[in-house]
């Protein structure tokens, strides 16, 4: 895909979002793009869930009314964003392929009526799905207003594995080029244990409801397997659009939502990374999630310009209670997820559904119509968007980064581990969360990545690590970086078996200690930690360390390892290897990073709290200072430069009015001197 | 059905309850008619479920001991309800027609054991529901001691709904008479949402398990399609009993404990409405679920008396904590039966059973015997109704409607609502136990009935809403009616679509506000109103209003509306809209709702806390006072007449006992002079 | 079985663990036995998950590996306990009978890929069983080496009630030959109650999913059932080995933990009993559930010396929080169970295992190598036990008896009881603990049994009683025992009917009072009895007593039987029947049984608290004392004799450090000089 232009041929920031006109009259069609231009809207997306209506019985299509929303589009200069309807097959395919069926692991077949997502071994469905693509590539693939493809739709939501007897055969064969011999695949899933050992390639089933726990070796390899067919559906309507179109290809991710897809991979077979993001209404604080799935999509997307194909103007529908946001609060969104580089915001949707299962999400043109807070924050937006131009194609450049990888979460959710208080997410937000409010941007990186560009890396939650990516990060300390490692991490390999020699011993030359021992704690209780004469919260875990070489930072106050070292540092090569072997508070996590950024060289940004302050670079030393008030009072902050929202001058001192956003030009300074 | 009469040919108040002889010996039975005499026992209903005993293989009847139990009744001058056996077919039923059995959404079929409930739809069943229920009514329908029939037993309950092929066929058809054409059925249904859109009937499945949240008004559909399959079961009995009998016929219906049967279509098919009631125990004024249920059954009935089918003399034993009835709430719990409208007080049952799952159910003769609290009070509650015949046929009066309508709980029932902390049983009762409280008597209504006697209708929960439906509304404010609407009102149409132009809209001739956007509370939150100088807790919900003719009565002191309307009041033609677009505490409801009744010229009563009045009229002004003493201590009421239950005359003050009842027949007074 | 060796020829007591040889290298093996020689280890149990490895493909044997594994240990003297490996058939036999899966109650088939339990009553896993069973006692049933049998593995673990074909072909016969009629079994299931009445055995089904609460007389036989069938898969697989092997032969019970085996009905299949014990993690003194383990697996067999087959090193992985034991834990817990009867002290597991389900469970050669706590505390635990030979065949004796009815249990488990905050476990539990804190000693026993040696009989969880064993209950109060019964006892009969007459009837003669009605009471709220001028806090549950003869001991101060009597005392020939008709909490039933002691004739140890002191006794009046302090702090007992740990004498006093263990060698006392 050499000849593949990278961005959509867009100018400026793209602004817009999911378009049904398969649900209004042609009325409302022309309502739609005298509205669409009014709020500066210069792409939709469409078709996502069009199948039915294009195809309306196997192998008969009906593009007509497709033709005239696009010629519509064009005339009105929209571009479009292809989609592809795989997400959702007609009810006719299900008629006529009953077995195309996804089935749970209690052995539950799952119809047809809601989004009627269908086996990914199916035969008869990637047929389909290719057959539909294609004649969808044919027809549009060259069309000038046509700038993007989205295929499919959230691959692995809302159901990504299956147990169907098409996902068992075509898994044996997946095992089959995994391993090549039984031998290997006995060995690999320590079938030995509990009497599994296998003799026939036939004999080894998906890992379905059974009597007890199933072997996790086995279950960890689902979800690779899982995550390879979602994958190669997605290469098959690919290379399908390939043959007709040069356009890029995307498909809306769903970074810090929905951990079934390994991202790192999916961003490989992409042209552009696209994301989807909505905030968890619980969290009153749903800005960092935010700016976690941000910084994950762009870094899955190695650090260029990515899309933010979906998220919401107001509430969402799905959660138990749905928040609608606040004045000023969807702008703040959308400029976080702008200065962390997204250079493009769409929304799901354009025009609110009156019927379906998503009625009550909200919509750039929301049920009460133009004559509402939501339409005009819209038209506001779209006017701010306009003035952001020349923010695209700048970087995000960050000299920290946390580990995030896929494989070990899949790993760490199966059953019977040690605690089930203990969680990868939670670990991640954590220690961002603390990365935040210190201003400190941060990428994510893989375990076996080259880390040598970052001054510290932080591993909060690495459960799994294998021998190769254990040799990666102790070389990375070696060589002058600064890790900081959370326990429970390092325990097992690729294959969920415990590190030979015990918990951690991988990580040993880098961290100096190994894990003698887990010791979670009860339900409710605390274990606090001695930290420079002070006393730290935390709960959860302990564990019983064995110093080898690391000197001990903190020790147990109280609970089973009383007495004994909870935090540690130790020196390795030019750098320093540090472990918190529990889960010290808020307070403790801050006082404890203090630390490590002294270590590492680096200084919290002197931000007021709940100001967000994130930068974009441009090659010639222009940087884009992306500052966010997330506080209800005005703040005052110390930035020089050129304010494109406003078009004023800022010599020095920026006042920011309570659930603002200034995007100011500037020239790069060295971090010591940055806010 | 023109000829049938209208109440069995009893006595009095009818008294008495389930019996089951088939599960005791004949000895049993003599001792049975005995203590059934000593306690006034004039009404038992039988063979509820004897079907297994009744017809012991396919076609092969034996009616011999029904016959001996019927003459052993009738020797002894009580009266037979007979039932139809229908909700329990027998195993034999079972192992012939396996098919016949209930499948739930999950694909589990449901077995023989329990309750041996089949598919509505299954041809068998029906068929086999018919020749029993027409032997029956062959055999017994012209008996002298028969004067009541009783059709199978709490239709809906266990299940209600059913996924097996032959409900997918019936429900196929009923879609077909119900929409004609594809084309109306994928508009109603909305089916471009998602990529629903169907082709063929045959591809129309039931709304099972799925990947994702199923088409909302496909599940509404379903519901309704349960509700008529259930209700055509009955229809097919009650024909089949009226070509070989001219009693009176009934079924039990659950008021206020099962919602899944339109209870206002159901009367209709009825001859005499009859309820089965149970206190939930863990409510500690269950007395006002009672009210609720002992309302609602009136309602459906039009006002006519009806009959307590079961209730229960004390614990049951399917909830939780099955907490047992203290001294007197029994007869409390008849009398406020009867005072609102019920003339048979019936229990399940008579004989506590030794063996199966309601063993620990209590019963009019308890497993302890005669020599028991349960017992005495039994015989004592025969001698009071006995005094109370005069009361029969006397109609209860209320001037206020609260809107209760089955299809809108369905729709709001289903996923994906915008908070899950709202409930419409929950805001019914809210409002209800004010009224409750405030000695204001009720009845329920549908949106779309005359309203036009009551001066003030409520709708807690009118989530749905046809605009016929708010034309009607509409116009009894406009003719001078006092309309209160509660927030969450509304939103959508017959076919759960938002209504076009927005939330609320079809309302804003009545209500002169819409509401422009649903605001959520996140869990355990509070947004406080400000209410003619005072604060009111509220929670759970606000809404951005636009004010289209309505004046602010109440506005949000914080929350994310603080500054905006809460609660607002509209003058329509000669009527009031009132709006309240959160949920206050009780203590806020009582407050705006003091204001209320002062708009729609209602005043409360004067009783004492927890002492509940309700009254009976006479066509010759003879006014029955039902005065129950809910609370420990004694209490003096103003009132004058005869006593019927001490035959006593009361001047002016009444000192009721703490838990006593009193009956007192007095002339009508004008409203204001009431107690 | 009449010339069957009632103990393994093992020297001293046994020591050692599970051992799978099959998850590690010929390299590993010879480290193995070393370290096994390094600990003491004198017994291992192999084979138990190995069946694949075995039988490699139907009939196809492979024993070159375990012949090679049992000359290692032969070479080293380290006894073998061979393992039938049937509870995890092999991928092969799945393949080849998937009929012989497991299928739930709500119609799920179980796959292979935990632990492949397959149907207990599948004619293929029969078969196979004894084929597997058959060939190993050929091979291994006179090796020198093995001096033991370990059939299958904890049956009923993790699945026991199968619901395919062929366990309801195989229920049918059952039920046959229990009932002989099917008018019997109409009778004891009471059919009559919601028209359940059969009329062909072939109509009978299992109690599967159906749409309301099955019979549950019908659920109780089917648990009855479901024992009666894998004690058939246990009987079989003992009489293949004893057809080739005098050996004697165990199954390792999980005393305690699952109560899905009755265990006085195994114990009499089996020449020794074993049992397989774990913490509860969550419950802070684990050391309790411990002690009723131990009591009850010892009571099961008679009293005779039993074998721990299975414990844990630290922490298990299956709970939600495996809490670690700290030091001196282990040696506590396995020096408890020798206290209460154990003549053996193995683990789950030698080794640690790198892979699969339970890799986090600890093992007496933990992942972190013997350079580890749990490691020398192995060694160490080795050396203590060998100290103790003398201790082996000696018996433990006990005054007092609770009564533990596994049937009972099933019945009062099953739904739609009185309340669901009563449970047999924590009554059994709250009584057991009080006898525990006061040094009392106790067996379990069945309500059938000779009771006669027994000072006391505690019932706390009789729900199910015959008329029969009420008998045997009634005598013993009349012979001159004492009897304390809690509420909710002697309720039904063995076919789950309420005893004729009412609640409790059964136990008038001893217990001088009936059950007039339950009254739970709701959730959350106390009602508090009067006792001896103190008020005592109780909960959950009051009753109506009618006193037959009874003397009134405390009277409820509150709640709904506010006045009456709570606690009662009847005076019946030469005994005493207490009845407790509440839960007093644990001050509240201390102050009782204080009282009930004195009636009985006992007297409870002045031991500090937290230290738990245990005798076995020798024919030859030798006593055995372990003294167990649980407390972190040293105390000082009372006590002669000489220290076999310490090897020294103790002249009256032995201070005991905090966590530590002792045995001392005595003669035995009179009771009342006992500590």
Redesign the interface.
């Known amino acids: 895909m050499t000849s593949t232009p990278r961005w959509p041929d867009i100018d400026g920031i793209a602004y817009g979002g999911d378009y ?1 006109p ?2 209004w009259s042609r009325e409302t069609w022309r309502e739609d793009v005298t509205l669409m231009r009014e709020a500066g809207v210069n792409l939709v997306s469409i078709g996502i ?5 294009l195809e ?2 196997e192998g008969e299509f009906d593009f007509t009314w497709m033709d005239e929303v696009v010629e519509l589009l064009h005339e009105n200069g929209i571009r479009v964003d292809m989609g592809t ?1 795989t997400a ?5 395919f ?2 006529a392929h009953p077995d195309a069926r ?1 089935v749970t692991r ?12 269908a086996s990914h071994s199916a035969p008869a469905y990637r047929e389909a799905a290719v057959r539909i693509t294609t004649e969808l590539a044919k027809r549009y693939g060259n069309h000038p207003a046509v700038v993007l493809w989205h295929v499919h739709n959230e691959y692995g939501v ?2 990504g594995e299956d147990y169907s007897p098409h996902a068992v055969r075509e898994w044996r064969l997946w095992l089959q080029e995994r391993y090549g011999s039984l031998d290997a695949l006995n060995a690999a ?12 390639w ?4 998906a ?12 279950r960890l390899d689902y979800a690779r397997f899982t995550d390879h067919q979602l994958r190669a559906c997605f290469i098959a309507e690919r290379d399908a659009i390939r043959a007709h179109s040069d356009r890029p290809i995307t498909t809306n991710f769903m970074a810090n939502q929905h951990n079934g897809c390994d991202l790192w991979a999916w961003a490989r077979e992409v042209d552009i990374v696209s994301d989807d993001h909505y905030l968890w ?2 969290d ?1 604080e749903g800005e960092i999630g935010l700016a976690i799935a941000a910084d994950l999509t762009r870094s899955v997307g190695g650090g260029k310009p990515w899309i933010l194909m979906e998220h919401s103007t ?2 969402v ?2 959660q ?5 946001k ?1 004045p000023g609060e969807m702008a703040r969104n959308s400029l976080a997820h702008l200065g962390r580089g997204a250079d493009a915001i769409l929304f799901f949707q354009w025009r ?9 999400h ?1 919509a750039m043109l ?4 133009t ?4 339409w005009r924050e819209v038209v506001d937006l779209g006017a701010k968007l306009d003035r952001l131009e020349e923010v695209r194609g700048s970087r995000v450049h960050a000299d920290v980064a946390i580990l995030w990888d896929f494989e070990s979460f899949w790993a760490q959710d199966l ?7 203990v969680g990868h997410d939670e670990r991640i937000r954590a220690y961002y969360e603390q990365l935040w409010r210190d201003g400190i941007t941060v990428d994510f990186a893989l375990p076996g990545q080259d880390l040598s560009g970052y001054k510290l890396v932080i591993a909060p939650a690495q459960y799994m690590l294998s021998l190769a990516d254990a040799d990666n990060l102790n070389r990375y300390v070696h060589d002058g970086g600064t890790l900081v490692v959370s326990f429970f991490s390092a325990v ?1 390999d690729e ?4 590190h ?4 951690g011993t991988p990580l040993e030359p880098a961290l100096g200690v ?10 409710g209780t605390t274990g606090d930690i001695s930290w420079n004469g002070q006393t730290l919260r935390a709960d959860v875990w302990q564990e ?1 360390l ?1 110093l080898v070489g690391a000197e001990v930072r903190a020790t147990y106050v109280d609970g ?1 390892a009383a007495g004994e070292a909870a935090v540690t540092r130790n020196q390795h090569g030019a750098g320093a290897g540090w472990y918190v072997s529990t889960r010290p508070d808020a307070a403790g996590l801050a006082a404890i990073m203090t630390n490590i950024y002294a270590d590492a060289g680096l200084a919290p940004a002197e931000a007021p709290a709940g100001v967000e302050i994130v930068r974009r670079r441009r090659d010639d030393d222009v940087e884009f200072v992306v500052a966010i008030n997330h506080t209800t009072d005005a703040v005052t902050l110390s930035l020089e430069g050129h304010d494109l929202l406003t078009q004023t001058e800022v010599t020095g001192r920026l006042s920011l009015a309570g659930g603002d956003v200034a995007v100011i030009r500037s020239r790069r300074t060295a971090p010591q001197e940055q806010v």
Chains 1, 2, 3 share one sequence.
């Not at 959702?88 to 006719?92: R, T, Y």
């Not at 059953?415 to 208080?421: L, V, Y």
């Open positions: 049904t398969e649900q869930f069009a199948w039915a209506l309306t019985a309807p959702s097959p007609p009810a006719w299900f008629a996804v209690d052995g539950v077949t799952l119809g047809f009526g809601a989004r009627g997502m809302p159901v899933w320590g079938t030995a244990f509990w009497g599994q050992h296998y003799t026939a036939e004999h080894v089933g890992p379905a409801a059974a009597p007890s726990t199933v072997n996790p070796a086995q209404a619980a009153e107001s509430a529908n799905w138990p209670r749905n928040v609608a606040r609110a559904s009156r019927s379906g299962a998503e009625k009550f909200s929301p049920h009460a119509g004559e509402s807070r939501v059953e019977w581990r040690p605690s089930e208080d097992v294959h969920d078996a415990v030979a020699g015990g918990f190994r894990v003698e021992e887990h010791l979670p704690l009860r339900e019983d064995v089973p």
